[in-house]
């Protein structure tokens, strides 16, 4: 059973840079896509970067494009997802996502079976 524990999470002021980690366990042997996804108070969870290894590939939402930066450590099973630019926008529990299956587009929720239980990032315009 996979397990992922998100950290890094905090509040800001716009403009500023935060970067959030993701450790995973259990498991980590099988997956073949990971991904961050948001809420924000009163909204559906949404995607915002996904790596995917066979074959590789970096996804991102158009809202963070430019902004943001996933990237992985699989020697200490890792992802990361550095925040630039933040916007107030940007507000809300991020969580991270793992999957073993390897077909599916890596942007959708539903092709996800792990998921850590979130990290708060607050920011102040």
């Known amino acids: 059973q996979v397990q992922l524990v998100e950290s890094g999470g905090g509040l800001l002021q716009a403009g500023g840079s935060l970067r959030l980690s993701c450790a995973a366990s259990g498991g980590t042997f099988s997956l073949y896509k990971m991904a961050w996804f948001r809420q924000a108070p009163g909204k559906e969870r949404e995607f915002v970067a996904a790596i995917r290894w066979s074959p590789t590939g970096v996804y991102y939402a158009d809202a963070v494009k430019g902004r943001f930066t996933i990237s992985e450590d699989n020697a200490k099973n890792m992802v990361y997802l550095q925040m630039n630019s933040l916007k107030p926008e940007d507000t809300a529990v991020y969580y991270c996502?793992?999957?073993?299956?390897?077909?599916?587009?890596?942007?959708?929720?539903?092709?996800?079976?792990?998921w850590g239980q979130g990290t708060q990032v607050t920011v102040s315009s």
């Open positions: 996502a793992a999957d073993g299956r390897i077909y599916g587009d890596p942007r959708l929720r539903a092709l996800y079976n792990y």
